[in-house]
């Protein structure tokens, strides 16, 4: 017989199912209609636009649903939302590539707004998994620039909204599926010029991750406690050893004394808090992370 903790635990991977349903239907929607040429590409975009829009608004303002199940809606929509600005240029070929990140940056605010109105620890953790699964899920199309763009752009968004809305849940869960994801879909790049961009979008995603991580205890007062300082430490091991990678694949030389300038810019920012912060619980983070890059370096 399931117990209550069984119960308790099935309902929260509900909403996650949920979110990458809708995730899923929108995927088959452009896969169907790309192989297929089923509809026009207008209507193909139209149509997946409609569902993200009506996902988003009834999340909004179905007031007959539980606040925390609209969150939930809400969430999926704003990824939807974010899989029709991305596929409006790279599958769609409808706007130029500018349009498709003004877009992008029209959802971002959209997203900001109804963190506001949820508040809900969960929903960004949705919307982050959702919009970082978008170019995966959808694969195939490579548009170097363009998956760069987006990426910072998100890395901007979810670290903004993470301050202002105090929940340090959602630079955490951003941080790693940013990260990893763009090293995912550029594993296999070898000319140096991508190679050069590549280390540039990671490097400046980790310093937006870890500014936005800094700037939150600042703004909010809350030094990092070491439990969720820990948390961040396999995503800077991941960080330094796929950059290292990156870094030695275009250049060997520069491979230890680039990595040894991460070390240097953590240190930085954990020095500026000390000077602001009392009782601050990041030292071990910090400092193993120092003593890997050092030893290694």
Not at 60 to 65: C, D, I, P, Q, Y
Not at 176 to 193: E, R
Not at 276 to 290: A, D, K
């Amino acid at each position: 017989e399931p117990t209550a903790d069984s119960l308790k635990a099935s309902i929260r991977i509900l909403p996650l199912v949920a979110v990458i349903c809708f995730l899923l239907a929108g995927v088959f929607m452009i896969r169907l209609a790309v192989e297929s040429g089923w509809l026009t590409p207008f209507r193909q975009l139209s149509l997946l636009t409609l569902l993200a829009v009506t996902t988003t608004a009834a999340g909004r303002g179905l007031s007959l649903l539980d606040r925390q199940y609209r969150s939930y809606l809400s969430a999926a929509g704003v990824s939807l939302m974010y899989m029709a600005a991305y596929s409006s240029y790279l599958y769609f070929q409808l706007l130029p590539a500018e349009v498709s990140m003004g877009l992008a940056l029209g959802v971002s605010a959209i997203s900001l707004a109804l963190f506001h109105y949820h508040r809900n620890e969960l929903f960004p953790v949705l919307t982050s998994l959702g919009t970082y699964l978008v170019p995966l899920l959808l694969g195939e199309k490579q548009d170097l620039i363009f998956h760069s763009s987006y990426f910072v752009i998100w890395a901007l968004a979810f670290s903004t909204a993470s301050t202002f809305l105090r929940t340090r849940t959602l630079t955490l869960t951003a941080s790693y599926l940013g990260l990893g994801v763009f090293t995912l879909l550029h594993l296999k790049v070898m000319n140096a010029t991508d190679l050069g961009t590549v280390i540039l979008v990671q490097t400046l995603q980790f310093g937006i991750f870890a500014y936005g991580v800094y700037g939150y205890s600042l703004r909010n007062r809350e030094p990092l406690t070491s439990g969720v300082a820990l948390a961040y430490l396999p995503i800077l091991l991941f960080f330094y050893g796929t950059t290292y990678f990156f870094l030695n694949r275009l250049n060997p030389d520069v491979a230890p004394w680039a990595s040894l300038s991460f070390a240097g810019f953590v240190y930085l920012l954990y020095r500026k808090a000390q000077q602001v912060l009392t009782h601050l619980q990041s030292e071990s983070l910090v400092f193993r992370y120092l003593t890997v890059i050092l030893f290694q370096s």
